[in-house]
């Protein structure tokens, strides 16, 4: 079957740096997506990985090892507002997203 | 920019009662998505559309049809709503693009109860 492994909560402090892991087992593999869903709202695209390595976006940066099946996603300098879930996402051999449950991210000042 | 617009954003139905959910999209996107997202679980693909006219099952499709009679409109139907079928939906729409990177735009949800 496929399957991806997110923390279900984690907590850090206003300023700090924060990593959010993600394994993955699935048929085929073409990229790996990061997304942020706030409370009540939808999700939102924060990365794209399909090579090895580390992309970084400002204050975000999502690293992949297809070797390993394993990526993470860093949140540096974090602010309140980081506070949400952080979803990840497996595109299989069909091209089909499959989803991991989320990582919810409490940030306390 | 709308981007993708889902109507309506809450609805209680009673069990055995049908609905359709409606999903609109302006960005000319070719795929259209629903998906489910239940507490503690990954967001599960019910039907998805790779053009107009065209649809395919996703993971949990049982219980729900769907329509792509136009390219921007994507519509998802429940024709005898169980409990089970309680959930936050969302539609998605995406292109296609270099390298497959494209990632897949979210409406804000549909929240719905039934009983």
């Known amino acids: 079957g496929q399957n991806i492994d997110q923390p279900t909560e984690m907590t850090a402090t206003e300023g700090a740096i924060v990593q959010i892991n993600c394994t993955y087992q699935?048929?085929?593999?073409?990229?790996l997506f990061w997304y942020q869903q706030h409370a009540g709202e939808a999700p939102t695209f924060l990365s794209y990985?399909?090579l090895d390595g580390l992309e970084e976006k400002g204050r975000f940066s999502s690293f992949l090892s297809r070797s390993k099946g394993y990526s993470y996603l860093l949140l540096k300098e974090l602010q309140m507002k980081d506070s949400a879930s952080y979803l990840c996402?497996?595109?299989?051999?069909?091209?089909?997203?499959?989803w991991g449950a989320g990582t919810k991210l409490i940030i306390k000042p | 920019n709308a981007g993708v617009t889902q109507t309506p954003k809450f609805r209680v139905l009673k069990t055995g009662q049908s609905m359709t959910l409606l999903c609109a999209q302006d960005?000319?996107?070719?795929?259209m998505y629903w998906y489910r997202q239940d507490p503690g679980m990954g967001l599960r693909l019910i039907h998805y559309?790779?053009?107009?006219?065209?649809?395919a099952k996703g993971e949990v499709p049982d219980g729900y049809n769907v329509s792509r009679l136009k390219k921007q409109n994507f519509l998802l139907g429940l024709e005898s709503a169980a409990p089970s079928q309680t959930s936050v939906y969302f539609c998605?729409?995406?292109?296609?693009?270099?390298?497959?990177?494209?990632?897949?735009?979210f409406g804000d949800g549909t929240r719905l109860s039934i009983l």
């Open positions: 998605a729409s995406s292109t296609l693009g270099e390298e497959g990177r494209q990632p897949q735009h």
């Open positions: 960005m000319n996107h070719e795929y």
């Open positions: 559309s790779v053009g107009e006219g065209t649809t």
């Open positions: 699935t048929s085929g593999f073409n990229g």
């Open positions: 990985n399909v």
């Open positions: 996402a497996v595109r299989d051999s069909n091209y089909q997203l499959i």
